[in-house]
């Protein structure tokens, strides 16, 4: 609760500020912005143990795109995919992390970007903006030759910045945090009790604006 509390309290200082921009009623928004995009998947603990054990889908690369149309210069909706794959890792007191097998992670969600006024700094600007949506995570396990699966409901924040390079064409740095919870009964048949997981994604894309 005091995530959400705390970015809604964000949202409303970067919306205060951003309202100028709406006035604004001959500024050409483009139909379209296509940011494919790459960089690094932090995965949380999908379980924990009892006497300090734990279950992680490894951290690894991230690749994905995330689709933004406009509504007004300082809202616009949002849709993102993304797919990372890391190891299955037991973590065990003492010895540390081993690998027991992979794990493949499908990020799909729907939300709305807030923007700030632009930040001149010489011949480039840089826009920044906040993102809060919902869609969900599926992690795909494998261990020792035998496929789970589970999807799960996440809601995900973020924040980044948007560098104008040249017309139609810039780059985005976004830092996303999807939290919710892994099912371990869908996936594997056990009971086991979860927590509320952070996953984050760090990423760095080029805008394509049509």
């Given at each position: 609760?005091?995530?959400?509390?705390?970015?809604?309290?964000?949202?409303?200082?970067?919306?205060?500020?951003?309202?100028?921009?709406?006035?604004?009623?001959?500024?050409?928004?483009?139909?379209?912005?296509?940011?494919?995009?790459?960089?690094?998947?932090?995965?949380?603990?999908?379980?924990?143990?009892?006497?300090?054990?734990?279950?992680?889908?490894?951290?690894?690369?991230?690749?994905?795109?995330?689709?933004?149309?406009?509504?007004?210069?300082?809202?616009?909706?949002?849709?993102?995919?993304?797919?990372?794959?890391?190891?299955?890792?037991?973590?065990?007191?003492?010895?540390?992390?081993?690998?027991?097998?992979?794990?493949?992670?499908?990020?799909?969600?729907?939300?709305?970007?807030?923007?700030?006024?632009?930040?001149?700094r010489g011949n480039r600007s840089i826009t920044p903006f906040l993102?809060?949506?919902?869609?969900?995570?599926?992690?795909?396990?494998?261990?020792?030759?035998?496929?789970?699966?589970?999807?799960?409901?996440?809601?995900?924040?973020?924040?980044?910045?948007?560098?104008?390079?040249?017309?139609?064409?810039?780059?985005?740095?976004?830092?996303?945090?999807?939290?919710?919870?892994?099912?371990?009964?869908?996936?594997?048949?056990?009971?086991?009790?979860?927590?509320?997981?952070?996953?984050?994604?760090?990423?760095?894309?080029?805008?394509?604006?049509?």
């Amino acid at each position: 609760m005091g995530t959400f509390i705390r970015l809604g309290s964000l949202a409303a200082v970067a919306f205060l500020a951003a309202a100028p921009l709406a006035a604004q009623t001959k500024t050409s928004l483009p139909l379209v912005e296509v940011s494919p995009y790459v960089g690094y998947f932090i995965a949380s603990n999908l379980a924990d143990g009892p006497f300090g054990t734990s279950i992680s889908a490894g951290s690894g690369g991230l690749y994905g795109a995330q689709v933004r149309i406009p509504i007004v210069p300082s809202l616009a909706v949002i849709g993102n995919f993304g797919y990372s794959a890391g190891k299955l890792r037991a973590g065990l007191p003492i010895i540390g992390g081993i690998a027991i097998g992979d794990a493949k992670t499908y990020l799909f969600d729907g939300g709305l970007q807030l923007s700030a006024p632009a930040l001149a700094r010489g011949n480039r600007s840089i826009t920044p903006f906040l993102q809060a949506g919902v869609g969900g995570v599926r992690r795909d396990l494998a261990v020792a030759g035998i496929d789970n699966r589970s999807t799960n409901l996440a809601w995900n924040v973020g924040a980044g910045g948007d560098l104008d390079v040249l017309p139609g064409l810039g780059v985005r740095i976004l830092v996303k945090d999807y939290i919710g919870k892994f099912d371990v009964r869908e996936a594997t048949g056990f009971d086991v009790g979860t927590r509320t997981m952070h996953d984050w994604g760090f990423s760095l894309g080029v805008n394509l604006s049509f």
